[in-house]
């Protein structure tokens, strides 16, 4: 399950756009929405293109995306 309220955090500090990332992610903002929300799973390369465009390390993407 996605930590939504980091993810955000992390979204915000980038200074990246919704619309942008969800184009680099091949996927609506709306879907993209979704998945932050946890009501769509992430795929693993959307994972592995969002921790990319976040600049995350290994141990924050998976603090993130595999938080129980």
């Given at each position: 399950?996605?930590?939504?309220?980091?993810?955000?955090?992390?979204?915000?500090?980038?200074?990246?756009?919704?619309?942008y990332i969800a184009q680099k992610l091949?996927?609506?903002?709306?879907?993209?929405?979704?998945?932050?929300?946890?009501?769509?799973?992430?795929?693993?390369?959307?994972?592995?293109?969002?921790?990319?465009?976040?600049?995350?390390?290994?141990?924050e993407k998976d603090a993130i995306f595999?938080?129980?």
């Amino acid at each position: 399950m996605t930590d939504t309220k980091e993810l955000r955090q992390r979204i915000e500090a980038s200074g990246l756009k919704y619309k942008y990332i969800a184009q680099k992610l091949g996927i609506t903002a709306y879907t993209l929405q979704l998945k932050i929300d946890n009501d769509n799973e992430f795929k693993v390369s959307e994972v592995d293109a969002l921790a990319g465009l976040l600049g995350l390390s290994l141990r924050e993407k998976d603090a993130i995306f595999f938080a129980k």
